[in-house]
């Protein structure tokens, strides 16, 4: 088994700033892919970010590119998502997944991923 534990999320102004933080435990080796998904009230769950299990690769949904950051740390067991030049619209759950497919390419699908932490809230006031 896998656990993910996410921290960071809180209230901030847009234009502002938030780092989450997902630390990982257990069956660490069967960690591949691992992703942040949002899920804003009353839509589905979305993919907003992934990284390859040595953080070489990246993926990035369209909405996000060039304000969040992906980045993970294999010898502290955590996954980072800095977001920077929040909008009102990111508001959402952010949750960290962590999926065991056996691949280097980041994946969007909730389908994929076997392992979720419990979310964090995000709220970007205007």
């Known amino acids: 088994q896998v656990q993910l534990v996410e921290s960071g999320g809180g209230l901030v102004q847009a234009g502002g700033s938030l780092e989450l933080s997902c630390a990982f435990s257990?069956?660490?080796?069967?960690?591949?892919?691992m992703a942040w998904f949002s899920q804003a009230p009353g839509k589905d769950r979305e993919f907003v970010t992934g990284?390859?299990?040595?953080?070489?690769?990246?993926a990035y949904t369209g909405s996000v590119k060039g304000r969040f950051t992906i980045s993970r740390d294999n010898a502290k067991n955590t996954v980072y998502l800095q977001m920077n030049n929040l909008k009102p619209e990111d508001t959402a759950v952010y949750s960290c997944?962590?999926?065991?497919?056996?691949?280097?390419?980041?994946?969007?699908?909730?389908?994929?991923?076997?392992?979720w932490g419990q979310g964090t809230q995000v709220t970007v006031s205007s």
């Open positions: 257990g069956r660490t080796d069967n960690i591949y892919t």
């Open positions: 990284i390859s299990r040595r953080g070489d690769i990246t």
């Open positions: 997944a962590a999926s065991s497919i056996v691949t280097a390419i980041p994946l969007r699908e909730t389908r994929d991923y076997g392992y």
